[in-house]
């Protein structure tokens, strides 16, 4: 009988061999279970943190587009703005130049006028000094008293406004 229980024994002790290897077999599939997971777990942040990640690289490149955009539109816009108040200043200058230009001109034409007027009366004197003529008539003067300290005054008779024709008498008016 000895063959018997010692059978058993064997197979009770294979039975729990074999329990203690499922059982471990087991626990270490719910530590591969549970790594599996971790590691599930781990790419799927990974995957949403990559996903974030390009959403916000094309959310910064649609902003830097649209800032590249808008300095290009400022450049242009100020470009506009200098070449129109370069426009405008240049304008200016030209509408300067010719009132200048017509200025000069003017002087030159006030000028030249000047000149011929000046040669006009010139050539009028020479023409009276080579003429050698006599003056015209002034009035008379009376001659000084000795004894008087006064005036002298004209024999000319003046009879301006008046019916006397005393000589010296009326207004002097010269016109």
Request: glycine share 6%; net charge positive; with cysteine.
């Amino acid at each position: 009988m000895c063959s018997g229980s010692s059978g058993q024994q064997r197979r009770r002790e294979l039975e729990r061999e074999q329990e203690n290897q499922e059982k471990i077999a087991r626990q270490r599939q719910e530590e591969l279970d549970n790594l599996a997971k971790e590691r599930e777990a781990i790419a799927a942040a990974q995957l949403a943190r990559s996903e974030d990640l390009q959403r916000q690289q094309r959310v910064q490149a649609k902003y830097q587009e649209l800032k590249a955009r808008n300095l290009q539109r400022r450049q242009a816009y100020k470009e506009k703005e200098i070449f129109e108040a370069t426009q405008a200043q240049e304008q200016e200058i030209a509408v300067a130049r010719a009132r200048a230009a017509a200025i000069r001109a003017e002087a030159e034409a006030q000028k030249r006028q000047l000149q011929a007027t000046g040669q006009a009366v010139s050539a009028s004197l020479g023409v009276l000094s080579r003429q050698g003529g006599k003056q015209g008539k002034t009035a008379k003067t009376s001659k000084r008293k000795a004894v008087g300290k006064g005036p002298r005054a004209t024999t000319a008779s003046l009879n301006i406004g008046e019916t006397v024709s005393d000589s010296g008498s009326g207004s002097n008016l010269s016109i």
